[in-house]
């Protein structure tokens, strides 16, 4: 079998086999699952240092259309894969200890398998209609995947949505794949370098553009996320949306923007508009959640902004930035989700006012937690932060190239990162620190195969911020120095010119060293204790009374004149474009209702009606023929 076909087809044959297994035999799916895992990312590391390779084919001949299973191994592509591949071991390693009996596990390991199978294979298709088959296989597994979790209520309402608003932009990336056949006569994404210059070219592109942001999850059609993780099994949050979804979507969105497509000032304007307003719009709605998982989901959505907004500068700093920014967001994003599922399997639940405290029962859990969370806050020295920066430093560059309007977006995406720190700072303080419930007295840290992956992906979060020029020279640079053609030429040494993560390390380290030093200095003087006063009254005898929780952290944002209208019509779900079609289809729908109302004097005048229309179009029609001949 050739080494490029290894990551498609081991874990595609292995996840059949885990729908095979028995329910009653224990241990097999996850030895099944963990040995084609770890085959595939251990082939997706040699595939790494083989590109360029290619697989084809001849598939489906229909008339004058040849489906090639056409592959085409890149720099870019083996890079996504790789860690495809990565967050597909690490999640069923996870699941070896988060899954519990009610969990239906043969379903869940396939579904898991076939996830990373086409997945792998989306990346790695250079035939569009290929890419649109593994891309539906995935909108279906997640259909099935989300209705995996033990709330079937929110877990069937959540698995509809996403189904419907991913089906409908699959629809519109075929459509954009079918008016490239009939334009251009090939489907080779090597072979098309489209100018987008007029409406047909920029009706396709946005057709493809729709498709790619759906996935990644970016305004305005974001909202099947926040629906998923209600009901969905945290571990596949930490999959699919989270990570996959992320570089899927960006990946396509990428490949459309610098290679298939060339677009210009327009285009780039409208992609970095939706990055700036799915920024600031999805961490606004992040700040009021009270539900863990939720929260998380929402601010899976404002980290897309940052992506789009990079690629949309069309300038190297900030396309690499926007990629970079991509592959850090699937490393956080992931963590915290995963740390999410670890409190939630200790603690039972993933609602903030019933938690507190944990950091000392949960000590490897607070910790990653933390440091994802400084991650996509953008505090230095960790990965999120230099992504950003080069978000920024392309912004400005955007700017410098005589746009007046760079401002605002460079206000959107600093304001962003300030308003997802605080929404973190609740995260912290709610989850992990404060007076420990009642409840959660017994709540002990989770079990290894579970905190590894987090501390893998913590881990990756450090070294790719300390040493970000190896993955920035390793994974992007290849990526952004060829397709693009702004002028700006030579490597992003942003040790150089933008950001030292190393030095700036270490003058962090030191400074952190003094403030411990100061502090241990303070513990050695004498303080003085006194009795608890609490406006005169005696201290309540439970200690849960003062439990203070932080859902009510940010009340007074909800309560703005500017922002109370906003945020009343957001949970009304106003801007969801799922909700919006559904009343213009009711409307529709209800015309057609009304019309058979079983009278039949309106069936009868709805008969002369169409009567009367076709004889006006024959007598039209014959009009026209005589005054032809004569």
Not at 111 to 138: D, K, P, Q, Y
Not at 248 to 262: A, E, K, N, P, Q
Not at 552 to 576: C, H, M, P, S, W
Request: hydrophobic fraction near 55%; aromatic fraction near 10%; include cysteine.
């Amino acid at each position: 079998m050739p080494q490029i076909l290894v990551p498609i087809v081991v874990p595609a044959i292995a996840g059949g086999l885990c729908l095979l297994v028995p329910r009653r035999v224990k241990g097999v799916r996850e030895v099944i699952s963990l040995a084609a895992l770890a085959w595939a990312f251990g082939s997706t590391l040699r595939l790494f240092g083989a590109w360029p390779l290619s697989y084809t084919k001849d598939w489906v001949v229909l008339g004058d259309l040849t489906v090639q299973f056409d592959l085409l191994l890149n720099h870019f592509s083996a890079f996504v894969i790789l860690f495809v591949a990565l967050f597909g071991l690490a999640i069923a390693l996870y699941s070896v200890s988060w899954l519990s009996k009610e969990h239906d596990g043969r379903r869940y390991y396939s579904f898991l398998l076939w996830t990373v199978a086409a997945s792998c294979g989306a990346v790695m298709s250079n035939n569009l209609l290929l890419l649109l088959i593994f891309w539906e296989a995935l909108t279906a597994i997640l259909f099935v995947y989300v209705n995996t979790g033990l709330k079937k209520m929110e877990a069937s309402e959540g698995a509809a949505k996403s189904f419907i608003m991913l089906g409908l932009s699959d629809a519109a990336l075929f459509m954009a794949i079918a008016l490239i056949w009939v334009k251009y006569g090939t489907l080779s994404m090597n072979e098309l370098s489209i100018f987008v210059g007029d409406g047909a070219t920029s009706a396709i592109y946005i057709l493809m553009m729709i498709g790619a942001i759906t996935k990644a999850g970016a305004m305005p059609f974001h909202t099947w996320i926040p629906a998923a993780a209600k009901g969905a099994p945290t571990p596949v949050m930490a999959l699919l949306p989270a990570s996959i979804d992320k570089l899927l979507g960006i990946y396509l969105l990428v490949r459309i923007s610098l290679d298939i497509f060339s677009i210009g000032p327009g285009m780039q304007l409208v992609l970095m508009i939706i990055g700036a307003v799915t920024i600031i719009g999805a961490v606004l709605m992040a700040l009021i959640q009270h539900d863990l998982k939720v929260l998380l989901s929402y601010h899976a959505i404002s980290q897309v902004g940052y992506m789009v907004l990079g690629i949309g500068t069309g300038v190297p700093i900030g396309i690499a930035g926007g990629i970079f920014h991509m592959l850090n967001h699937a490393i956080y994003k992931a963590c915290l989700f995963l740390c999410a599922g670890s409190v939630e399997k200790q603690a039972g639940t993933t609602e903030i006012s019933k938690l507190g405290g944990l950091a000392r029962a949960m000590p490897i859990t607070f910790v990653t937690c933390a440091i994802a969370a400084f991650a996509i806050s953008g505090i230095p020295p960790f990965n999120g932060f230099v992504s950003k920066w080069m978000v920024y430093s392309g912004v400005v560059e955007f700017g410098a190239r005589g746009n007046s309007s760079y401002w605002i977006f460079l206000v959107a995406a600093l304001f962003g990162s300030a308003l997802t720190l605080a929404s973190f700072v609740k995260v912290l303080y709610s989850s992990f620190l404060g007076q420990r419930p009642s409840a959660l007295a017994r709540v002990r840290e989770s079990s290894w195969a579970m905190t590894i992956p987090m501390m893998v992906l913590a881990a990756l979060c450090v070294l790719f911020g300390v040493w970000a020029k190896y993955p920035i020279d390793r994974f992007i640079n290849p990526i952004v120095h060829g397709p693009v053609v702004t002028g700006a030429q030579g490597s992003l040494d942003i040790a150089i010119g933008y950001w030292n993560p190393t030095v700036a390390t270490g003058l962090i380290v030191l400074g952190i060293a003094i403030g411990l030093l100061v502090f241990a200095v303070g513990k050695l003087a004498k303080r003085r204790t006194g009795r608890i006063f609490i406006g005169g009254e005696k201290p309540p005898a439970s200690l849960d009374a003062m439990h203070v929780t932080g859902t009510g952290f940010y009340n007074t944002i909800r309560e703005q004149k500017g922002l109370r209208g906003l945020f009343a019509n957001a949970e009304d779900r106003v801007f969801d474009v799922y909700e919006v079609g559904g009343r213009i289809g009711n409307v529709f729908v209800q015309g057609l209702r009304n019309l058979h109302n079983g009278v039949l004097s309106t069936y009868l005048a709805w008969a002369v009606i169409g009567l009367g229309a076709v004889v006006f179009a024959l007598l039209s029609a014959l009009l026209r023929a005589l005054v032809v001949r004569q």
